[in-house]
Nanobody, 115 residues
Framework: QVQLVESGGGLVQAGGSLRLSCAASENIFSFNVMAWYRQAPGKQREFVAHITNGVSPIYTDSVKGRFTISRDNAKNTWSLQMNNLKPEDTAVYYC?????????WGRGTQVTVSS
């Protein structure tokens, strides 16, 4: 069973930065897509960004220009660099991996942005 573990969440003031990382228990080359989602209190989980093999990353509109998704093949990790954070970015952030029709999720890491 694939295991994904997020790290890097925390409390930051508006305008600050955080870097989230997701460590996979398997070689990430086996995944078709690696992604980040988030879920704010009282809201549904929403897509943030994803990265695939050989294709430019995709971002939801609200984070374009502020967040960057990247991968480290040697460490079997992918990361989300979050700059210029806003209070509306406050949420639990989940990493997600897809391989064929299988989806895998981490347990999430809390990001809180104070105004």
């Amino acid at each position: 069973q694939v295991q994904l573990v997020e790290s890097g969440g925390g409390l930051v003031q508006a305008g600050g930065s955080l870097r989230l990382s997701c460590a996979a228990s398997e070689n990430i080359f086996s995944f078709n897509v690696m992604a980040w989602y988030r879920q704010a209190p009282g809201k549904q989980r929403e897509f943030v960004a994803h990265i695939t093999n050989g294709v430019s990353p995709i971002y939801t509109d609200s984070v374009k220009g502020r967040f960057t998704i990247s991968r480290d093949n040697a460490k079997n990790t992918w990361s989300l660099q979050m700059n210029n954070l806003k209070p509306e970015d406050t949420a639990v952030y989940y990493c997600n991996a897809r391989r064929s029709t299988d989806y895998y999720w981490g347990r999430g890491t809390q990001v809180t942005v104070s105004s």
